[in-house]
């Protein structure tokens, strides 16, 4: 499975970004789902997550601001972030984990750059 993410870029405090995130190779219908972020020289974190049965689960951070969807039929993922602060700052990450087999996968990162 490979995971292609997109939609990142340069935004001003307040405003928004949608991310998403292509799957190829398989469909995402038997799949949990997540975004993770790292920020510069941190670690990286869980933002928010969405299980096969469409079930969420968001950073304190994040919660109210971002929401987390999946289309099945379009294998994909996406991040809606909206009121975007400096502290969302970071790159972007997608990630699937097969619920049959365990297996996890990741897209290659996407930046996000907030400016205050």
């Known amino acids: 499975v490979q995971l292609q993410a997109s939609g990142g870029g340069l935004v001003q405090a307040g405003g928004s970004l949608r991310l998403s995130c292509t799957a190829s190779?398989?469909?995402?219908?038997?799949?949990?789902l997540a975004w993770y972020r790292q920020a510069p020289g941190k670690q990286r974190e869980l933002v928010a997550s969405?299980?096969?049965?469409?079930?969420?689960n968001y950073a304190e951070s994040v919660r109210g601001r971002f929401a987390i969807a999946r289309d099945n039929a379009k294998s994909t993922v996406s991040l809606q972030m909206n009121k975007l602060m400096p502290e969302d700052t970071g790159a972007y990450y997608c990630?699937?984990?097969?619920?049959?087999?365990?297996?996890?996968?990741w897209g290659q990162g996407t930046l996000v750059t907030v400016s205050s």
């Open positions: 190779g398989a469909t995402l219908s038997f799949f949990d």
């Open positions: 990630w699937a984990k097969s619920v049959t087999f365990r297996r996890e996968f």
């Open positions: 969405i299980s096969s049965r469409s079930s969420t």
